[in-house]
């Protein structure tokens, strides 16, 4: 009988996991024992959240859970960050720790990298699962494997005691995903039979349901309005909007709508009132939402509601005919809501634009810097799946570092940038190394302003001092000579080019306005 940590391993292998991110410690010595072999490559990161951004960059572009190994302790706190992304944007991670002997849980006797108690810490943020005997290894991978690969998604925590790293294990399985039935969808389909002029709500809950979210937009006649982490679906539809539900062009649209379909949004604030107006409302008897998770459903109140996952229902939505409009009440609201932009962040959008069409397919992958604030506000991608960041939702500063290294080990064959402030930059530095190591595929666009400036400018409109807003960053040059990476510097108009014109792993820096002279 093989042990619990060679068991593990052969069951990440059977889910179909190719690549693990981690940093071996004395504490999961076994379960690396077990890794040479198995066929899944191991990625050292310089930090446990880089482990973690990675696992979570990498699950959203392979369309697979990600997976870290992380020591028990300090590894566990470490990428705590990580796992709460990963959480509001609904990334499955999968989170391998060790854990203290089982006869010294919860007595505080000094043990190295001991907590009161670990799982504490993860259960807030998703499933937490403890292995307390060896023969119950099968059923604790089966509960992991099932919120990994169904429902909403988000982070899974599994902890092996010491003590049983090398105890015998009975051999665990991947489990089929079951399938759910689908709530009968006639009451929906009679109210979207009836309107005159309806309007969708993509949200990230569609990135895997394109075809479909583009099929029941041409049925109904309905401009489509894509949140964040729904762009790349519908690139230059007629129908599509690709701008935030915060601006009033696009509120006025659901406004207007006498019915408005809601699928795979949270609705949350940071897609849907990013100015904290609070203005954006639907009314209750207009509304039909679909999510895979009920529990998000209960959270806003609707007409209709239904429990399921967006590509399976809805295809049983099209009405037999389209209402006449949409098109051009779509093309009249993307005009006014890029009308909306101030003139800074219009140039932002057309530096992305630049980029997406001087590098096709392109997977960007953003930080929170003033270029993906603007392309949230404002842009369309051209492939599903190819914008992605952590300016929404959790919104942890230096996810794009890992995130892109784990984007390029799932899409090997995929353009991989960057988009990082230098302050974002700061957070991780180290991972540059990581993506030297790999010799991947990535283009670290430094966008450097020598600060904050983010928060500065938000100091300076509420009339505040600017403070703790302009720490000194370092040489870019030397970061990455220091980190084996190729370097160049540009303007922003010589960016495009530069990107097209050589692969990664690199680094080009951006000069920009420094956050000291703003005023």
Known sequence: MKTVAQTLVEWLKSMGVDT???IPGVHTIELYRALPGSGIRHVTPRHEAGAGFMADGYARASGRFGVALVITGPGVTNILTPMAQARADSVPMLVISGVNKRDTLGRGLGHLHELPDQRALTR???PALHLEDPKALPGVLAQAGRALTTGRGGPVHVQIPLDLMTSPAPAAVALATPVSALPD????????????APVILAGGGCRKAGSELQSLAEAMGAPVVLTTNARGLMHEHPLAIPASPSLNAVRKLVRDADLVLVAGSELGPTDYDVYGT?????????????????????RHNAALTLQADVAAILPKLAPPRPVDGGAERAAAVRLEAFAELTEPYKAEVRLLEALRDTVPGLLMVGDSTQTIYAGNLYYSHDVPGGWFNAATGYGALGYAMGAAIGAALAAPKRRVVCLIGDGGLMFHPGELCTAADENLDVTFVVFNNHGYGEIARAMLDADAEVLGCTPTPPGMEAVAQSSNLRYDVCSEAELPALVASGKGPRLIEVERKKVADYR
């Not at 969808?185 to 005159?196: E, F, G, T, V």
């Open 185 to 196: 969808p006639a009451k929906a389909l009679a109210r979207i039979r009836a309107s005159k």
């Open 278 to 298: 609070g203005a954006f409302e639907i009314a209750q008897q207009r509304l039909i939402r679909i999510d895979i998770d009920g529990a998000q459903l209960a």
């Open 124 to 126: 807030v943020l998703g």
């Open 20 to 22: 693990i991110f981690g």
